[in-house]
């Protein structure tokens, strides 16, 4: 029981890293620079009767250069690199094309995309973004999670390469219901040490001193802090859990070679792991503006306007002074002296160097900060065309090109991450992943009968030396033929539509290959739109392109509806082939009657068969016209 209640290893070292960030001042500069960007900008500020002014630059400033890293699209490309096999290489072409296909589906259905967004906003903010990826045994398939600046502890906090790190935890509050569930589902599949007095005496703590955000320091349910230990033995990624108090699992391998572990740091500082963001520097400035802001409206509210001046003891009711439509009674005064006992202040005139500093402030800022108005695109686009605009917007654009770059450099760490995965988790039976197909291509590669049943051509009895990649994939069709042909009779355009179909990668295959992993990046922003648009508008103007090739090459998100224009074009191509099928049947039927008029007997002194009576009998040329 003693072992129980001393702190485990694993505490220890946080309470290390802890002590660490608090003497850098992580967890209060965390807090403040997200008060500031969500416009609490006087944190224990007591005004009194004034209204303090919020004049808030740091949201526009910071909105516009992450509008900006994710108005591209991004996708992953895998490359076979097995340069040692070449056959092989060539044979994973295939492979990697499908896998491509599927990691953007991936990327969908686990709203990675939403979370490496909400990374770069971390990042640009506090300096940092973290992603972590859990894998689910039973899905057979990552699980990101985006991890708090202030719930990561490096080993070296100097060192940005966290894949060399000796150890890295993983801090995260919960509630102590379902840690006790852990641990004793842990200790009946016997992955700790510990009995049901242990378990029983997890209890709630209050360490949310660490947490981000001013919220996160009031807990509604009992919670506790649990760490995540991943180190480094014996060449692979070990992972241990724990309390304050008690192991909540025992050290395993986790059989990776880099830890599940992908940050991005928006500002890279050196000896530091951490870097800086974009806000706690413009901190200062803010301040600065919003107390001119806030002097300016006292210095108005005070002297801007006129005030009344009253002489009370030659008033006989002075509270009327105040009072619309009163009369005001004077003792002793006639009312052509009315004006020496009341009169009124003019008011003061302001200098404009207060305005000036206020301006100055606001313009210098957001243009140091390369985020002027004439970058965030105060441009009228029926004045410019949209490749000026585009030029504009790129040319001002340089200064992020930096952020791009470490953000592609993330997002190629995560791919390399769930490829690595895959390779280390793969099932016996295989890797299944899922691609999209037309109903056209599924009836074409599988013929006429489309079977569901999963067929192994990568069996040991059938594999063969000169068998390509196409041969050994294992694939499960959707649908059957019948079933197939019943939707076609209710749809006639299923011929054009995607369906997704399951296919297993033989683990072997997976495990054997070795990829190049790269981000491919495409403008994507409405300028960039527009100038593509033009660009195929003038080439059909000046007959380059016609119509068809036009509409193919529309972008599918474009403002033009690619989906009406090619519903045109297939109409089109059903009146033309209805036309084809009409003038065809009418060769043919010409063509057959003049076959049976070549077989009629030619009977002498005819001069055309046609010329026949319906008796059969001849008339001579004379009688014919008469």
């Not at 224990?44 to 699209?73: A, C, F």
Request: glycine share 6%; aromatic share 8%; proline share 3%.
């Amino acid at each position: 029981m003693e072992e129980m209640y001393s702190r485990t290893d694993e505490w220890t070292l946080y309470e290390k890293g802890k002590d660490f960030l608090s003497r850098k001042n992580i967890y209060s500069d965390t807090d403040k620079v997200y008060r500031f960007f969500n416009g609490n900008q006087w944190q224990g500020l007591e005004s009194g009767v004034i209204s303090p002014i919020t004049y808030n630059i740091i949201k526009p400033i910071v909105k516009y250069k992450i509008g900006v890293i994710n108005g591209n699209g991004y996708s992953i490309v895998f490359s076979p690199n097995n340069f040692e096999d070449e056959r092989f290489q060539i044979e994973m072409t295939g492979l990697c094309e499908q896998l491509n296909e599927y990691i953007n589906i991936l990327w969908e259905n686990k709203k990675i995309d939403a979370k490496a967004r909400e990374i770069l906003k971390d990042g640009c903010i506090n300096s940092e973004g973290i992603l972590y990826l859990d894998y689910d045994m039973t899905e057979n398939e990552v699980n990101p999670e985006v991890i708090n600046k202030t719930n990561i502890y490096y080993e070296n906090e100097n060192n940005p390469d966290i894949n060399e790190q000796d150890y890295i935890l993983i801090t995260t509050r919960r509630s102590v219901s379902s840690v006790r569930r852990e641990a004793k589902k842990n200790m009946e599949f016997g992955l700790n040490s510990l009995n049901k007095d242990d378990i029983d005496n997890i209890r709630g703590d209050n360490n949310t001193k660490e947490q981000s955000g001013d919220y996160a320091k009031e807990e509604l349910n009992n919670m506790v802090l649990v760490v995540s230990k991943f180190f480094k033995k014996d060449g692979h990624i070990w992972f241990k859990k724990s309390t304050e108090n008690a192991v909540i699992e025992d050290e395993r391998d986790l059989g990776l070679s880099k830890y599940p572990i992908a940050h991005f740091v928006w500002e890279e500082v050196k000896g530091s792991a951490r870097g800086t963001g974009e806000v706690l520097n413009l901190i200062p400035n803010q301040i600065e503006i919003n107390k001119t802001a806030t002097r300016r409206s006292l210095a108005v509210m005070m002297g801007a306007y006129p005030k009344l001046v009253v002489d009370g003891d030659r008033i006989s009711n002075p509270d009327s002074i105040t009072k619309v439509g009163n009369a005001i009674f004077t003792k002793g005064q006639t009312v052509d002296d009315v004006r020496k006992v009341v009169g009124y202040l003019n008011p003061a005139s302001m200098s404009s160097d207060s305005v000036s500093l206020q301006n100055d402030l606001i313009n210098n800022t957001k243009d140091l900060a390369g985020a002027g108005d004439s970058v965030t695109g105060d441009v009228n686009p029926e004045q410019a065309s949209g490749q000026a605009i585009l030029a504009v917007q790129q040319a001002s654009q340089q200064n992020l090109t930096d952020y791009l770059i470490r953000f592609k450099d993330f997002l190629e760490d995560v791919a390399s991450i769930i490829f690595e995965m895959w390779q280390v988790y793969t099932p016996d039976e295989g890797k299944a992943i899922i691609t999209k197909q037309s109903v056209q291509g599924l009836k074409e590669d599988m013929g006429p009968q489309i079977n569901m049943e999963n067929i192994n051509p990568y069996s040991a009895d059938e594999t063969g030396e000169g068998e390509d990649f196409d041969s050994k994939l294992i694939s499960s069709k959707v649908g059957h033929g019948e079933v197939i042909s019943s939707v076609e009779e209710n749809d006639k355009d299923i011929e054009d539509k995607e369906v997704y179909i399951r296919k297993v990668i033989p683990k072997e295959l997976i495990e054997k290959l070795k990829v190049n992993i790269k981000i491919d990046v495409s403008p994507n922003s409405p300028f960039d739109k527009y100038a593509r648009e033009t660009a195929l508008q003038n080439l059909m103007t000046n007959q380059l392109i016609t119509f068809e090739e036009y509409a193919e090459n529309l972008p599918s998100d474009s403002v033009m509806p690619k989906d009406i224009l090619t519903n045109i074009l297939k109409k089109r191509k059903e009146e033309e082939a209805k036309i084809n099928q009409i003038e065809m049947a009418a060769e043919e039927k010409k063509a057959e009657i003049d076959s049976n008029l070549a077989e009629l007997p030619v009977q002498e002194g005819n001069v055309n068969p046609i010329g026949n009576d319906m008796t059969g009998q001849g008339q001579s040329e004379g009688e014919f016209y008469n």
